[in-house]
């Protein structure tokens, strides 16, 4: 098995290369050139597996140059404390929480195990000998990379993030982690800044030359790598079996999934499960404010020339959706110019438009609409009234664009909702829509913590816990034409 680019130009990766590379060198995504498609025989045996187990059966066929003994490892790592859990909140509705991990958040379904693909690759390569991962963050990677990247041999990860743009709680959780190959810095400015700063230092051939004589190969740990998507698929397949096993559904019947969307990565993984024979229907796009993937869907024409929204699901706020690149190149019917075209196009005017057969082919596949802030903030507290449950507010926009599907559509057939967040990772959010602004006027974040979990007799996560009891290690704030700087000084040692 090897991975080419979605532009067609870059062939024959192996998967250890694709990891390690982040991005095809003709500025494509790599895509695996083929896929297993399991028959139904193949599908029931599956549902058989506990989760561990159902990851190595999906990996071996995609990491073909690892070993099953390395595959098991690297899961055995990553998936160790790491829970999902399939809730039904009535009759129908039925919730994927992805969140049960060392940072409350679904990224760490796929950062948890990415450190760990990255090193055994690392061992395999001639290329590099050490990685030094830059990031920038508006909060939730950040927190995600640095739990998973934590100790991992050969591996420096540097986060930056933006003084003011990320929440008490991320803040927290990011300036007090532990592991000797991390480092946090604050970055003087907003979000743009840090992740403009970050640009600059992959641009800087000069400094790559430099970081290169120490051993360094710079990359990244975003959700365009190959490494962080195929971890993904392997929970759609639980969900899916999990439904069976509760008589939700019966086996071989098909199944919705509505998925909060941001960058296009969790719900790619859920078209490429149903690619692989997953029995799934219709894949409910739900997009907040930042509407450009909804609107493509809808219209054929996608458009960033638009005002960038700050939301209250911020992990979703985003005018370029990298991952809808790699769902264009099958629904063109694997034109990689054609796709080529449209991301020069989205580079150089901010806009493109798919033709006639690719948006069917799309139509088919997906339904897409959007939730409003008020639409967030009044299902998050009906949601509640109604059934004692608690969504974080990019859960919450999922629960809103099904609400919206069902009317729209009629479709009564059984649907999993994707839940992303910890409701009490965005505690005042959750908090202020169901009990209003006033209560939690005069609090901090980790008074509406204790606030929130008294109210609603739901416990706290455990990591979100006695988070402000922790020492902070990470003080520094620079410039961002320091960032280079802060990086040369790191990776000196
Ligand atoms: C990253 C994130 C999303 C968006 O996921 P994509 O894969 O980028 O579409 C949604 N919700 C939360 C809480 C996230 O952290």
């Keep these: 098995m090897t991975f080419g680019s979605t532009r067609g130009m870059s062939k024959g990766y192996s998967f250890s290369d694709a990891v390690l ?13 083929e896929f297993h498609v399991y028959d139904s025989f193949e599908l029931s045996e599956l ?39 399939l809730t039904s909140v009535n009759g129908y509705l039925n919730v994927l929480e992805l969140w049960h991990g060392p940072t409350a958040a679904f990224k760490d379904m796929a950062l948890q195990i990415l450190p760990e693909f990255m090193s055994v690759a690392l061992k395999k390569s001639n290329r590099h000998d050490k990685i030094a991962i830059l990031t920038a963050t508006s909060g939730d990677t950040g927190s995600a ?40 810095v604050a970055v003087e400015g907003n979000f743009d800044d840090a992740q403009t700063g970050v640009k600059n230092i992959f641009a800087n051939y000069e400094f790559s030359q430099k970081m290169a004589e ?44 509505a998925v909060p969307t941001g960058n296009f990565g969790n719900i790619l ?7 692989c024979g997953l029995p799934v229907n219709r894949i409910i796009c739900a997009t907040n404010d930042n509407n450009v993937v909804s609107e493509f869907m809808t219209t054929g024409t ?54 006639k057969k690719t948006m069917n082919n799309i139509n088919a596949h997906f339904w897409s609409s959007y939730a409003t802030q008020e639409d967030c903030i009044r299902t998050i507290k009906s949601v509640y009234e109604r059934y004692g449950y608690l969504i974080d507010p990019h859960t919450s926009v999922g629960f809103d664009v099904y609400d919206k599907y069902v009317i729209s559509t009629g ?73 280079i700087k802060e990086v040369d000084e790191f990776c000196s040692k």
């Design 411 to 483: 479709d009564t057939t059984k649907t999993v909702t994707v839940s992303t967040a910890s409701p009490f990772k965005f505690n005042k959010t959750v908090s202020d829509s169901i009990f209003g602004e006033n209560d939690t006027a005069s609090m901090n974040e980790f008074e509406i913590l204790e606030y929130l979990s008294a109210k609603t007799g739901n416990p706290i996560p455990w990591p979100l816990k006695d988070l402000d009891k922790k020492t902070v290690l990470h003080k520094k704030v620079c410039k961002k034409s320091d960032m």
């Design 21 to 33: 590379r982040g991005i095809a060198p003709d500025g494509g995504l790599f895509i695996p050139d």
């Design 302 to 355: 996608y458009n960033a020339n638009r005002k960038f929204m700050e939301t209250i699901s911020p992990a979703m706020d985003i005018l370029i959706s990298s991952n809808l690149e790699r769902l264009l190149y099958d629904m063109t019917g694997e034109d990689s110019a054609l796709v080529a075209d449209l991301m020069i196009s989205l580079k150089n005017q901010g806009v493109y438009s798919a033709d």
């Design 47 to 85: 549902s058989t597996l506990d989760y561990k187990s159902l990851a190595c059966e999906i990996f071996k066929h995609y990491a073909t140059d690892f070993t099953a003994e390395e595959i098991r490892a690297c899961v055995d790592k990553a998936y160790t404390g790491l829970d999902v859990k």
């Design 214 to 257: 120490r051993g360094y190969s710079l990359s990244s740990a975003n959700s365009i790598n190959i490494g962080r998507l195929l971890p993904q698929v392997v929970y759609y397949f639980y969900a899916y079996f999990l439904m069976c096993k509760k008589g939700a559904v019966t086996f071989g019947s098909k199944i919705n999934f």
């Design 269 to 275: 993984a859920c078209y490429y499960a149903k690619k």
């Design 145 to 184: 990379a640095l739990k998973g990247f934590k100790d991992v041999d050969n591996i420096k990860l540097m986060v930056f993030y933006p003084v003011n743009g990320v929440s008490q709680m991320q803040k927290r959780q990011m300036v007090t982690q532990e592991g000797s190959n991390l480092n946090v």
